[in-house]
């Protein structure tokens, strides 16, 4: 069955820098294009990135243009977040997410990990 396990979160302080994975298994990571998706504390979910099947095209969220960088290694079936310049307003848990269809993307997710907590403070 397809497994989206998420590592790599933390405190860290503003400004600071942080990775954070997603190993997959359960399906053919390297046929998918794969997401990041946060969820600020009382908030609703925010896309924050996506990444094509074979790593060379990526987009990202006006909040984090610049500052984040997806990246994936589809040898190990493990896909990446670095974020740098982190602000508070990044405090959140960070998802890893599959789309439903393989070789493109919709932007509709059928899989979810559980989630990785970012939080960002002094």
């Known amino acids: 069955q397809v497994q989206l396990v998420e590592s790599g979160g933390g405190l860290v302080q503003p400004g600071g820098s942080l990775r954070v994975s997603c190993a997959a298994s359960g399906f053919i990571f390297s046929t998918y294009y794969m997401s990041w998706v946060r969820q600020a504390p009382g908030k609703g979910l925010e896309w924050v990135s996506t990444?094509?099947?074979?790593?060379?095209?990526?987009d990202y969220a006006d909040s984090v243009k610049g500052r984040f960088t997806i990246s994936r290694d589809n040898a190990k079936n493990t896909l990446y977040l670095q974020m740098n310049s982190l602000k508070p307003e990044d405090t959140a848990l960070y998802y890893c997410?599959?789309?439903?269809?393989?070789?493109?993307?919709?932007?509709?997710?059928?899989?979810w990990g559980q989630g990785t907590e970012v939080a960002v403070s002094s």
């Open positions: 997410a599959r789309d439903c269809y393989p070789h493109s993307t919709l932007y509709e997710y059928c899989y």
């Open positions: 990444i094509n099947t074979n790593g060379e095209s990526a």
